[in-house]
């Protein structure tokens, strides 16, 4: 069964209206220029009551190592998701603090998935993500999934960019044995950072089936 993770949250009521659905992960983005950026809204205490099956998953872009780790301890986070271009450096020194990492890559037609490999070693899972000029996902586009065939790496990944309702039934033509789940954002979205909770419990449903 496929992963479900469930990224840009915000809202405390929000965040526990989505835990009943019980997600793999929920994603908070402590980006400064994502339209779903956390700023002083991201209650801890909400973070901290929320299930330990519920990975809680931090999401940064080119962030220092000192900031990363005072943040994944601030909010009591499970995961660190590395958006930018973070080097293979401060993946082994955040798996050395005991953090589990997530990193992005951007792909389109020509994407080389030999970048991937040297990263292993330090990361649990990729997440493959559409290229798009200018910014760092949610920007709701696919890919042409189709190219993850070329992906023969042996860490598992999970897919985001553009998933909706309406093309759920593509994601059963991946083959990749190590498709492990999805991100979702936003396309499940009443406004930025603020989730439809009636589209995700449809989504829940047919992905949990």
Same mark, same amino acid.
């Given at each position: 069964? !496929?992963?479900?993770?469930?990224?840009?949250?915000?809202?405390?009521?929000?965040?526990?209206?989505?835990?009943? /659905? &019980?997600?793999?992960?929920?994603?908070?983005?402590? *980006?400064?220029?994502?339209?779903?950026?956390?700023?002083?809204?991201?209650? =801890?205490?909400?973070?901290?009551?929320?299930?330990?099956?519920? =990975? +809680?998953?931090?999401?940064? @872009?080119?962030?220092?190592?000192?900031?990363?780790?005072?943040?994944?301890?601030? #909010?009591?986070?499970? #995961? @660190?998701?590395?958006?930018?271009?973070?080097?293979?450096?401060?993946?082994? +020194?955040?798996?050395?603090?005991?953090?589990?990492?997530?990193?992005?890559?951007?792909?389109?037609?020509?994407?080389?998935?030999?970048?991937?490999?040297?990263?292993?070693?330090?990361?649990?899972?990729?997440?493959?993500?559409?290229?798009?000029?200018?910014?760092?996902?949610?920007?709701? =586009?696919?890919?042409?999934? &189709?190219? /993850?065939?070329? *992906?023969?790496?042996?860490?598992?990944? !999970? !897919?985001?960019?553009?998933?909706?309702?309406?093309?759920?039934?593509?994601?059963? +033509?991946?083959?990749?044995?190590?498709?492990?789940?999805?991100? @979702?954002?936003?396309? #499940?979205?009443?406004?930025?950072?603020?989730?439809?909770?009636?589209?995700? +419990?449809?989504?829940?449903?047919?992905?949990?089936?």
């Amino acid at each position: 069964m !496929l992963k479900i993770k469930v990224c840009g949250m915000r809202d405390s009521q929000n965040i526990l209206a989505l835990a009943e /659905l &019980q997600p793999d992960f929920m994603g908070f983005i402590f *980006y400064e220029k994502s339209a779903r950026f956390t700023g002083d809204i991201l209650d =801890k205490k909400t973070l901290k009551s929320l299930p330990k099956n519920i =990975k +809680k998953t931090g999401v940064f @872009v080119n962030e220092k190592f000192e900031i990363l780790l005072k943040t994944c301890k601030e #909010f009591n986070l499970d #995961f @660190v998701q590395l958006h930018g271009n973070e080097t293979i450096g401060l993946c082994e +020194k955040l798996k050395s603090e005991g953090l589990k990492i997530i990193k992005v890559f951007s792909i389109d037609n020509s994407f080389d998935f030999a970048e991937t490999t040297p990263f292993e070693t330090f990361i649990d899972y990729f997440l493959f993500d559409t290229k798009a000029d200018g910014g760092y996902g949610g920007h709701g =586009k696919t890919f042409d999934w &189709q190219i /993850l065939d070329n *992906y023969t790496g042996e860490k598992p990944f !999970l !897919l985001a960019g553009g998933i909706s309702l309406e093309n759920l039934e593509d994601l059963k +033509k991946i083959r990749n044995m190590n498709f492990a789940g999805i991100d @979702v954002n936003s396309k #499940f979205e009443i406004s930025p950072a603020n989730k439809n909770i009636e589209a995700l +419990k449809e989504l829940f449903e047919k992905i949990r089936i």
